[in-house]
């Protein structure tokens, strides 16, 4: 059904960008949030990033004005200006348009995930 595959992760020193990409089938039309995901060594899951069918955008304080979300046929997170702290393993996530405006993340059969890219910025 819903599949969903990132790309994109690698090394850079601190100061870098990456361009990390989600490539989502599964379903009809463009109708799905979607989000982005990072959990680091020895740290809870962090919800980075979240872009809603009609383009409004959330993100983690912590990335704001270095991150940006956006989606075309698939789901995109622009990361500039990384930092060591920015290293973690990044998950591509979707659920329902109408779970966008929730405060948390839906836990239910009808959120995906893919299966992470890793991002790892030495200083």
């Known amino acids: 059904q819903v599949q969903l595959v990132e790309s994109g992760g690698g090394s850079v020193q601190a100061g870098g960008s990456l361009r990390l990409s989600c490539a989502v089938s599964?379903?009809?039309?463009?109708?799905?949030?979607a989000a982005w995901f990072r959990r680091a060594p020895g740290k809870e899951r962090e919800e980075v990033a979240r872009?809603?069918?009609?383009g409004t955008r959330i993100y983690t304080d912590s990335v704001k004005g270095r991150f940006t979300i956006s989606r075309d046929n698939a789901v995109h997170l622009q990361m500039n200006g990384l930092t060591p702290e920015d290293t973690a393993m990044y998950y591509c996530?979707?659920?329902?348009?109408?779970?966008?405006?929730?405060?948390?993340?839906?836990?239910?059969?009808?959120?995906?995930w893919g299966q992470g890219t890793q991002v790892t910025v030495s200083s």
């Open positions: 996530a979707t659920a329902q348009w109408w779970d966008c405006g929730s405060s948390s993340w839906p836990d239910n059969p009808t959120t995906y």
């Open positions: 599964g379903y009809t039309g463009n109708s799905y949030c």
């Open positions: 872009i809603s069918p009609t």
